[in-house]
């Protein structure tokens, strides 16, 4: 079966009418860390108070309030994401908690439409793995950040080491279910646009960090 945007979008319509399911399955992905490695992940943009940051891929919107603790009130955060179904769960966690400093918006990364040089730094996670046309979304968010500004990317890859005896059997069920494409290189894709990156993996290789800064022009 190959598996697209419209995929998807089925997809995560469904996991984000579902959120237990969702929390499930990214508990699982990240071997119950999810939160400590978000934590790390926003940690390394290096956000101040007053910054605006863009969160790519935000799903039931998992990052906010990591996010809306690094920038405050007085900052901003863009939240994209192609599903509307994880859109409609991320809108209600900011208005439960009363944050009026995010705009939300319904975008395809591959077309993302953004200022140039109008955000501080930007985060995405496991969005890049299961996301159609990444290429052209790197391309796209880098000429949306500012000189010097970060793009940290926490994803999912294939076992290494012994554990990799796993990947036959995981690789086709999180294929199915979230439309992750084992057989992509994030890291080659980060690295073809920003020039460089560094990486700290986690759980037998299959996480990841990658942190990316943008270049002066």
């Known amino acids: 079966m190959v598996l697209d945007l419209s995929h998807g979008k089925r997809v995560y319509d469904w996991l984000g009418v579902h959120r237990r399911v969702y929390r499930g399955i990214r508990w699982s992905v990240c071997f119950g860390r999810e939160r400590h490695l978000q934590e790390r992940a926003v940690a390394a943009i290096a956000l101040k108070q007053g910054d605006s940051v863009l969160d790519l891929a935000c799903g039931?919107?998992?990052n906010l309030s990591h996010l809306f603790e690094a920038v405050g009130s007085s900052g901003k955060i863009v939240a994209v994401d192609y599903s509307d179904g994880m859109l409609a769960t991320a809108r209600a966690v900011a208005k439960a908690k009363g944050w009026s400093n995010i705009e939300f918006r319904q975008e395809d990364a591959a077309r993302l439409d953004l200022p140039s040089a109008s955000f501080d730094g930007a985060l995405c996670t496991f969005g890049l793995s299961a996301m159609p046309g990444e290429d052209a979304a790197l391309r796209r968010l880098t000429v949306a950040l500012k000189p010097g500004a970060k793009l940290v990317a926490l994803d999912a890859k294939t076992f290494t080491?012994?554990?990799?005896?796993?990947?036959?059997?995981a690789g086709p069920i999180f294929k199915y279910t979230t439309n992750w494409d084992y057989e992509k290189d994030v890291l080659r894709s980060i690295r073809e646009v920003f020039g460089e990156a560094t990486v700290d993996q986690y759980n037998c290789g299959c996480n990841f960090i990658a942190v990316a800064t943008k270049q002066s022009d």
């Open 161 to 169: 080491g012994l554990a990799r005896a796993f990947n036959p059997i």
């Open 60 to 62: 039931a919107g998992a």
